[in-house]
Every structure is written in structure tokens, then in C-alpha cells.
């Protein structure tokens, strides 16, 4: 589903990676997909196909035994892409 909606946008690239959110408790980490490549030093950053999508995943992100896994996800009218198995 996730490729399908990533090339439904015109797009066919994506890039994870974890980046820290504010909250009262203090910095909580919080990882993130987004369509395109990635904006910094490509160096920062491994390279897979996967389904005729390239995958850019940052190489400080720790995943499980399972890997990364991103899927569609919708809700009402709004479809954004959500990413799991990652560790911290």
C-alpha cells in the first residue's frame, strides 16, 4: 500500500530517519517518513530499493530484528505514510 500511495503522489523516493520532539517531559524521539529525497549529505544515509522506491534510511536509526517496515495509513480524507521497527 505504501508504494502504491508514494507513486499515486508523482514521487519515488522517501527518507527516514528520527528527529527529537519538545514535550513537558523534555526531548522525546520520534521517527518520521517523508516523501523525497533527503535534503542533507546523501552520505548520511543507505540506500534500498524496495518496490520500485528508494529508501533512504538514515544510518543512525537502530531498527529491531524485524527491520523498518512503512506503511499507508488513512484517516477520514487524509492518507500520510507512517514508519515502524524503529528502536531508540
Known amino acids: 500500500q505504501a508504494a502504491q500511495f508514494i507513486k499515486k503522489a508523482g514521487r519515488e523516493d522517501i527518507n527516514v530517519f528520527?528527529?527529537?520532539c519538545s514535550s513537558w517531559g523534555g526531548s522525546e524521539p520520534q521517527p518520521l517518513v517523508i516523501m523525497g529525497k533527503p535534503s542533507g549529505d546523501l552520505a548520511e544515509y543507505t540506500m534500498t530499493p524496495?518496490?520500485?522506491?528508494?529508501?533512504?534510511?538514515r544510518n543512525d536509526v537502530q531498527s529491531g530484528d524485524d527491520g523498518i517496515t512503512v506503511k499507508a495509513s488513512k484517516f477520514l480524507f487524509k492518507e500520510t505514510l507512517i514508519v515502524e521497527g524503529i528502536v531508540y
Do not use: A, F, R
Open 18 to 20: 528520527v528527529k527529537g
Open 50 to 57: 524496495v518496490n520500485g522506491i528508494n529508501v533512504y534510511v
